[in-house]
Nanobody, 117 residues
């Protein structure tokens, strides 16, 4: 089992910055990739950014150049640095971890990121 705890959410003004953290615990050794997803009211959950254990990253087109995902293996933590926040960025942001085989998927409880215009 893997437990994920997000933190860092909160109200921020449009154009501002925020850094989210996702701390993992438990059987972290089985995790091959982690990522951030978001879900706005009335919309489906969507991918924001992912990072593999090897450091490869992937971003949604809507956040490229503004958001950066990074990881600290020593702390079992993944970060999402969000800059130049836009009015379309507000959502609940979720952390996701996937095992190497893809057979196991874990989600955090989510952290709210509202953006004021």
């Amino acid at each position: 089992q893997v437990q994920l705890v997000e933190s860092g959410g909160g109200l921020v003004q449009a154009g501002g910055s925020l850094r989210l953290s996702c701390a993992g615990s438990g059987s972290i050794f089985m995790i091959n990739a982690m990522g951030w997803y978001r879900q706005a009211p009335g919309k489906q959950r969507e991918l924001v950014a992912t990072i593999t254990s090897g450091g490869s990253t992937n971003y949604a087109d809507s956040v490229k150049g503004r958001f950066t995902i990074s990881g600290d293996n020593a702390k079992n933590t993944v970060y999402l640095q969000m800059n130049s926040l836009k009015p379309e960025d507000p959502a609940v942001y979720y952390c996701k971890a996937v095992s190497g085989s893809g057979a196991y998927v874990y989600w955090g409880q989510g952290t709210q990121v509202p953006v004021s215009s």
